[in-house]
């Protein structure tokens, strides 16, 4: 990276460049210590910038994750309701010294009472952190899950993405009002996806404020134009948060042959062992029998948890959630072997498996498995430079990944599944993370007998 005040020229792979010109960093936060880059396998998009703090791609200590949305919220307050909640200076202490706290209490007051969506599958767990800074607010989050029983509530489409289609199935009442609506994401480009979202939610329930809140903010004064004037063909206020906003000039495609990927290790044998969440904490997780469609049309019967983010959540069953994590995460912790653990959510499941993270002590770090696929290469400064490429357990009919795990650098994992998969789609998934990982405790939320 060539790096100044504001302008970066960034290399990927020897054959695409981004140069970035940063125009708002309100914080002085440096653009390494929030991301770095890589090729994407996709034709619509060639780059991904992978976030440091978001828990995805690498891992990341769980507590930095809660507290990117915590400060995301202290930015809200202050660029959009002109309110000093007294906790940036914290949390900046925190983001760039270590977090020496967290697992905090909600310091935005009953004043302010947001609709806060959170969009899958990267940012469910940013939008959730970012949601339980309020004392009076309600969450949700958007899914490419598609439920037999349900209807979307709003339905709405990420054209860059591999999964396009967001569903969201929180109770319309949610929506049926006409308070501000926050919608939180990792990283706008061109922020189709939000304007998307918007003229979903205003056609079947309109309202004057919507509030965009992203880690970072790339959109062109082109795109930024089309907010503008979506602004004046609805009539309302759309403002917009970020921690780094600038723009970005990319040249070149992929070059796949470029650069050298990591061998695979030959892999050896795991000790492989379950714990049922569901038996282990009947009373402190709520659930709801909801079945669900595979892509190959399949019905899963498994329960998902009730209070996840996808069904809706308000502040009370938040601060109930919030104890009965603590509780887990407690026991969980009790249950390592190892110095160097590793906690990894499984798609969109990864608020909760975070948040458990932070509570199970030293040297646990958090990311979890997605469907983005990218070029990966061993070289520095490169945002992929290991990966595992399987089906996902829950649905066979869809590719996941997981990146940056080094061969024998974790001496555990603790795999978190919401759902139990069949195990004749388990182990495949299994054989391949234990050539990196020797150690894997599987953690079931809901089922999980079929696979002892």
């Known amino acids: 990276m060539t790096y100044s005040k504001t302008k970066h020229s960034i290399q990927i792979l020897d054959s695409l460049t981004v140069d970035i010109h940063i125009t708002e960093n309100p914080y002085k936060l ?14 619509k998009r060639s780059f991904l910038f ?23 919220a202290s930015r809200y307050m202050e660029k959009v309701k002109k309110v000093d909640t007294g906790m940036a200076a914290e949390h900046l202490s925190a983001f ?31 939008g959730h952190a970012f949601f339980q800074s309020f004392k009076r607010a309600d969450y949700f989050h958007t899914t490419r899950e598609l439920l037999a029983n349900q209807n979307s509530v709003i339905t709405f489409e990420e054209e860059h993405s ?45 309202r004057k ?17 089309l907010f503008n004037d979506l602004e004046k063909e609805l009539g309302i206020i759309i403002n917009n948060v970020s921690l780094l906003k600038g723009e970005i000039d990319v040249k070149g495609t992929p070059e796949v ?31 709801t029998n909801e079945p669900s469609v595979t892509l190959s049309g399949e019905i899963r019967n498994i329960p998902y948890l009730k209070d996840s983010g996808r069904f809706g959540l308000d502040a009370k069953r938040q601060a109930e959630l919030s104890v009965s994590l603590a509780e887990i995460g407690q026991s969980l912790s009790r249950k390592r072997d190892g110095r160097n653990t590793l906690c990894l959510g499984t798609g969109e499941f990864m608020y909760i498996p975070m948040k458990l993270a932070s509570f199970m002590g030293e040297g646990v770090k958090f990311h979890s498995t997605t469907r983005s696929p990218i070029f990966v290469r061993n070289e520095k400064d490169y945002g992929a430079k290991y990966g595992i490429s399987f089906q ?61």
């Open 30 to 43: 440096l653009p390494e210590d929030l991301f770095v880059m890589a090729a994407r396998i996709n034709k």
């Open 50 to 72: 992978v976030s440091k703090v978001l828990g995805k791609h690498i891992p990341i200590d769980p507590q930095i994750g809660l507290l990117t949305g915590e400060l995301l």
């Open 96 to 126: 760039k010294n270590g977090p020496d706290f967290m697992n905090s209490s909600p310091f935005i007051d009953k004043d302010h009472n947001p609709v806060i969506i959170g969009f899958a599958e990267t940012a469910t767990a940013l």
């Open 162 to 206: 591999h999964a396009t289609s967001h569903r969201c199935y929180a109770d319309a009442d949610l929506l049926d009002n006409k308070r501000e609506i926050i919608l939180v994401d990792d990283e706008m480009t061109t922020g189709k996806t939000a304007i998307n979202i918007i003229r979903s939610i205003h056609e079947r329930f309109p």
């Open 209 to 225: 404020m919507y509030t965009v809140v992203s880690i970072l903010d790339w959109r062109s004064p082109k795109d930024q134009m």
């Open 257 to 287: 042959h470029k650069g050298q990927s990591a061998e695979e290790p030959l892999g050896h044998a795991v000790q492989l062992s379950c714990i049922h969440l569901n038996k282990e904490f009947p009373e402190l997780l709520s659930r």
């Open 392 to 452: 996902n357990p829950e649905d066979p009919g869809m590719a996941q990944f997981i990146y940056n795990i080094p061969e024998g650098y974790y001496e555990e994992a603790f795999l978190f599944f919401e759902r139990e998969p069949e195990k004749d789609f388990l182990m495949p998934f299994i054989n391949q993370l234990k050539k990196y990982i020797k150690n894997i405790k599987i953690v079931y939320f809901n089922g999980g007998e079929k696979n002892e």
